[in-house]
């Protein structure tokens, strides 16, 4: 069984996925990050660099949003469709798009502005 | 290489939902061929397509998720809802069941002797293997979470003896059963009580199997290092059915085996 699994960890590449502890036998699983390949690797990379959402899904939070300093919503594209949820007790979100170029007043009186995303897998 | 820059996972093309739907259609068309007709083909064609079609569908999974690793934070999250809310209509559809077993024993016909179980029929000693096949059920229970744990702790070893003493004790339940079975001194045409006694031990036990090959699945899966400690949700999903099906069983045992002895 042993030789078995030993086997099976190094048939899987140059780096064997399984740990072979001298205590009782126990076998030990690679570490997550490692074992992650492909864009789910690329996220677990980004949450362990301090980025807990590298995919932009969450709510923001707004800055100041006045006209002088409108709120930077990042984009990789030239336009991106924006919801101001106005106030706390909000029952709906105000959605916009939002072009690049032209910062935008939703109607509760915050504004917008498109800026330039980084690449959050850099 | 990342392909998109968002964290969904719109999958390529494949041929598989439409296999199974003609395997679907041609199983429970063949179903029907075979009360009417007693030719079995359409079914076992059916059943064949469906089979293969499964196989290949998550093995396509296996690969998108373990290989590729497109599964990120929120497709995991999805699946976990989708699991849910099958397991979800899986317990209405044994809802129906119990329904119709109340029905009939509840208020018994005269047809059946005004008595339930009915006149005539010689009901399984609910202390003798049903017993045992509960004590089973509740041990895979045990030893599935066992795995979880060992799988949870980066535990290589406890996690491979979980799941095997799993899947032991799934496949005993499903032998012990199948004896039951064929000891069994009514069929099920006879009356209401064979009826729903084997209608709703049958799929019980349709969902044993089907349970039964998922953890045998996650067990191959498991050998092969596709699971981490922190993804594993295949191996989630398959825990959550087998307790799944370890409560339909209970219900089983207290309802139609216990009261309606």
């Given at each position: 069984?042993?030789?078995?699994?030993?086997?099976?960890?190094?048939?899987?590449?140059?780096r064997p996925?399984?740990?072979?502890?001298?205590?009782?036998?126990?076998?030990?699983?690679?570490?997550p990050l490692e074992h992650a390949t492909g864009i789910e690797r690329k996220e677990l990379e980004a949450i362990k660099k301090g980025n807990p959402d590298p995919f932009m899904m969450r709510v923001m939070?707004?800055?100041?949003?006045?006209?002088?300093?409108?709120?930077?919503?990042p984009s990789f594209q030239e336009s991106r469709i924006v919801g101001c949820i106005c106030h706390e007790e909000a029952f709906?979100?105000?959605?916009?798009?939002?072009?690049?170029?032209?910062p935008k007043r939703c109607e509760c009186g915050y504004w917008f502005k498109l800026t330039e995303a980084q690449d959050p897998f850099k | 290489?990342?392909?998109?820059?968002?964290?969904?996972?719109?999958?390529?093309?494949?041929?598989?939902?439409?296999?199974?739907?003609?395997?679907?259609?041609?199983?429970?068309?063949?179903?029907?061929?075979?009360?009417?007709?007693?030719?079995?083909t359409l079914f076992i064609s059916g059943l064949i397509i469906l089979v293969l079609t499964s196989i290949q569908w998550w093995r396509d999974i296996s690969r998108e998720s373990t290989f590729q690793g497109l599964h990120t934070l929120v497709v995991a999250k999805g699946m976990r809802w989708g699991m849910?809310?099958?397991?979800?209509?899986?317990?209405?559809?044994?809802?129906?069941?119990?329904?119709a077993?109340?029905?009939?024993?509840l208020a018994p016909t005269m047809e059946i002797g005004l008595a339930w179980p009915p006149t005539g029929i010689q009901v399984f000693n609910p202390i003798q293997v049903?017993?045992?096949?509960?004590?089973?059920?509740?041990?895979?229970?045990?030893?599935?979470?066992?795995?979880?744990?060992?799988?949870?702790?980066?535990?290589f070893s406890q996690t491979l003896q979980g799941l095997m003493s799993t899947v032991i004790l799934g496949l005993y339940f499903t032998a012990l059963q199948a004896m039951e079975y064929i000891e069994a001194s009514f069929t099920i045409a006879d009356s209401a009580y064979g009826a729903t006694f084997f209608v709703a031990t049958g799929f019980h036990g349709l969902h044993v199997i089907i349970g039964t090959t998922f953890l045998i699945t996650c067990l191959l899966r498991h050998k092969s290092c596709h699971f981490s400690s922190t993804h594993h949700f295949g191996f989630e999903a398959a825990a959550w059915y087998w307790h799944f099906v370890d409560v339909v069983w209970l219900f089983l045992y207290m309802t139609i085996y216990w009261w309606g002895s």
């Open positions: 069984m042993a030789g078995l699994l030993a086997r099976t960890g190094f048939r899987l590449g140059k996925s399984l740990l072979v502890c001298s205590v009782r036998g126990e076998k030990y699983m690679a570490d939070k707004r800055g100041p949003g006045t006209k002088d300093q409108p709120t930077a919503v709906y979100v105000n959605w916009m798009w939002l072009y690049k170029g032209e | 290489m990342i392909k998109s820059n968002h964290a969904f996972h719109l999958v390529d093309q494949s041929p598989w939902p439409l296999t199974g739907a003609l395997g679907a259609l041609m199983l429970t068309s063949g179903i029907v061929k075979w009360f009417h007709s007693f030719n079995m849910i809310l099958f397991i979800t209509s899986e317990v209405l559809f044994f809802f129906s069941f119990f329904w077993f109340f029905h009939s024993s049903p017993l045992l096949n509960t004590i089973i059920l509740l041990a895979s229970g045990v030893t599935v979470t066992w795995a979880h744990h060992g799988l949870m702790e980066n535990k």
